[in-house]
């Protein structure tokens, strides 16, 4: 009778396959934590060190090569070892750490503001405590300007709301004294001149106040069903009224969906769009502005013919009083706060806008703002727009 035999070499093979797959993972997690923007150790019961990335010796100057093994307190600065003692003592009562802050000094000049998170591990042989130190200094240096900032907003949010009656008061005045002089020509005139100039001293202060309210978080949006073609189609008109060198021409799909937004600020959207649209367009042609429904969303393009905007300028377009200066077209005037008013109005709805621009070619300004289907059931009757404003 023969006896069976088991060939040992495939479990021989297996087991060398798994082996080689948990050193792999190791590999992985030590590069893993080496590329943690933060300093990690870890630490054993007795406070001997078990692990370490070169983050933690880069931060606190730690020369050695080799700290496995040693304890703490002997490669550590004395005021960061008396912190990894605070820290190893409430994680072994608690279990954990969140952001703790200290202060470390850098040859008693430089003060680095630092934090600790910590965890308990418990293994089967003994527990270990993990503790990672992070760099608070640019966190709390970004937490200062956007306090700068925050009181800058408030800062000219009073100032335009303090001009406001003033200029308000000064176009009222104005308007009188052009109809009392109305048969003097000189005198109307000039005061025509001031009447517009309070115009645009009017239309600052609101674009300021606009952006205040944006940047604070107060801008108040009062939503309700809005038919998007019709709400463009309303401003087309009212911006030809006064426009005699361009071809305003809106294009749709039919049957789009409601969408539920504030209509008066959906509004300054599409004539800050258009007009600039316009301004920039100075040789005449077509301005175009398609609507169509994408996936949940629906896609407002405004789209012109004219000089386009240089590719370095498109990363800053939207930031608040940026403009692209053209010095050969003095004549394209601005505050450069209207497109930063437009993000911030389609951000509060949700929406996100981007622009596409080859310069001497035109640009494409393109909205999306996502669909409400509560109102999805509301539809207008399926009749294609396509319509001319010139």
């Known amino acids: 009778m023969t006896e069976s035999q088991t060939d040992p070499q495939p479990l021989a093979n297996e087991v060398a396959a798994m082996r080689e797959e948990l050193e792999t993972q190791r590999a992985l997690w030590r590069e893993l934590i080496e590329c943690v923007p933060a300093g990690v150790i870890v630490l054993d019961k007795a406070g001997g060190i078990r692990y370490y990335n070169r983050n933690i010796a880069a931060m606190f100057d730690i020369r050695e090569r080799n700290l496995t093994g040693r304890h703490y307190a002997d490669v550590m600065p004395d005021t960061i070892a008396e912190e990894i003692r605070q820290t190893r003592a409430e994680v072994m009562e608690s279990g954990h750490v969140i952001n703790r802050p200290f202060h470390y000094w850098i040859d008693k000049t430089i003060e680095i503001d630092l934090g600790i998170n910590a965890t308990l591990f418990n293994t089967k042989h003994e527990p270990l405590v993990i503790i990672v130190c992070h760099d608070r200094t640019a966190v709390k240096e970004l937490e200062r300007l956007r306090t700068l900032d925050a009181k800058k907003t408030e800062s000219i949010s009073r100032a335009a709301h303090e001009l406001k009656n003033p200029l308000s008061a000064i176009k009222a005045y104005c308007e009188v004294l052009v109809e009392m002089f109305s048969g003097q020509d000189t ?95 100075p040789n005449g042609g077509d301005v175009i502005i398609e609507i169509r429904e994408r996936g949940r969303s629906v896609r407002m393009d405004v789209i012109d013919h004219g000089l386009g905007i240089p590719r370095e300028h498109l990363a800053n377009i939207f930031e608040k009083f940026y403009r692209v200066y053209r010095p050969e077209h003095p004549e394209i005037q601005g505050s450069g706060l209207g497109l930063a008013i437009v993000k911030g109005i389609i951000e509060a709805h949700r929406g996100t806008i981007t622009v596409e621009s080859v310069p001497g070619e035109g640009s494409r300004f393109s909205v999306l703002l996502p669909l409400s289907r509560a109102f999805d059931s509301v539809r207008k009757p399926a009749t294609a727009e396509k319509q001319s404003f010139a």
Request: glycine share 6%; no cysteine.
């Open 187 to 281: 005198a109307a005139g000039f005061l025509k001149g001031v009447e517009q100039e309070t115009d645009l001293l009017l239309w600052l202060v609101g674009d300021l106040l606009n952006v205040s309210s944006i940047e604070s978080g107060h801008l108040k949006l009062t939503l309700d069903e809005v038919d998007l073609v019709s709400l463009v189609r309303d401003s087309l008109y009212e911006i030809d009224m006064t426009n005699k060198t361009h071809r305003l021409v809106l294009r749709s799909e039919p049957g789009l969906p409601a969408i539920v937004a504030d209509q008066l600020m959906l509004k300054e959207v599409v004539m800050n769009l258009v007009s600039n649209a316009i301004n920039y367009s």
